[in-house]
């Protein structure tokens, strides 16, 4: 489960659907929270986070591995 607080600053990684590993995009956000979802395939769960994106002044849905704190210098 994440660390990260609603209202915290992250960076964001959305990824290529079919090349794993492989950045599209990166950005500044904000987190909003933390969804928990039933997984079809596997007995885990899967863990989404909900964070508004700053570049492009939206909400989008992200797996929480595609999102970290920012760090303070």
Do not use: C, H, Q
């Amino acid at each position: 489960m994440s660390s990260i607080k609603p209202g915290e600053l992250i960076k964001w990684y959305e990824m290529y659907a079919d090349y794993a590993g492989m950045i599209r995009d990166a950005g500044i956000g904000v987190y909003l929270e933390t969804i928990i979802r039933d997984n079809i395939y596997y007995d885990e769960p899967v863990i989404v986070a909900k964070v508004y994106r700053n570049k492009f002044n939206d909400i989008i849905e992200l797996l929480e591995k595609d999102v970290e704190r920012l760090l303070e210098i």
